[in-house]
C-alpha cells in the first residue's frame, strides 16, 4: 500500500475525509445536505495539517464513487482528478459497496438502501467482486 494517502467522499448527505500515514489515521465526519464543494479542500488541508503532512508527501488518493447522490460524486471525483493530475498521484475510485465489503470473509453479499423500494447489491465472491446491481 502507498502511504500516505487521503481519502475523501461527499457521496451522501456529509462531506468526509481521512488521512492514513504511518503515524496513524486521521478520520473527519461532518454531516450536511449542501456545501461538500465549499467544505471539502478545507477539510482536506485540515487532516493535511493534522498529520504534520504537505500535498507534496501523499503517495496516492483514495474517492468515493457512490452510489449517492450524483452531484455529490461529481464533487469528489473532480476534486480527485484535479490533485491527481496535479500532484502526480494515483487516484483511486471506492464504492461504498466496496468500503462496506473491505475486510470482511468471502463470500458475502452487501445491500444498501437505494431509497424508494430498491437496493443496491453487489455479491464479493472469492475470485473478485461482481457487478453491483440494483434490485
Not at 461532518?30 to 467544505?39: T, V
Not at 455529490?72 to 487516484?91: D, Q, W
Request: charged share 20%.
Amino acid at each position: 500500500m502507498l502511504l500516505p494517502i487521503l481519502a475523501f467522499d461527499t457521496s451522501a448527505a456529509h462531506c468526509a475525509a481521512a488521512l492514513l500515514w504511518d503515524g496513524g489515521l486521521i478520520l473527519r465526519d461532518e454531516p450536511m445536505a449542501k456545501g461538500q464543494a465549499e467544505r471539502l479542500m478545507p477539510m482536506l488541508e485540515e487532516v493535511l495539517a493534522e498529520g504534520g503532512l504537505g500535498w507534496r508527501d501523499l503517495k496516492a488518493l483514495a474517492v468515493g464513487t457512490g452510489p449517492g447522490n450524483f452531484t455529490g460524486v461529481r464533487i469528489a471525483v473532480a476534486a480527485a482528478r484535479g490533485l491527481s493530475l496535479g500532484l502526480g498521484i494515483p487516484a483511486v475510485g471506492v464504492t461504498r459497496l466496496e468500503a462496506l465489503a473491505y475486510g470482511l470473509p468471502r463470500p458475502i453479499t452487501v445491500i444498501e438502501d437505494a431509497r424508494r423500494g430498491e437496493v443496491y447489491v453487489q455479491d464479493f465472491l472469492p475470485q473478485g467482486p461482481e457487478a453491483a446491481r440494483l434490485s
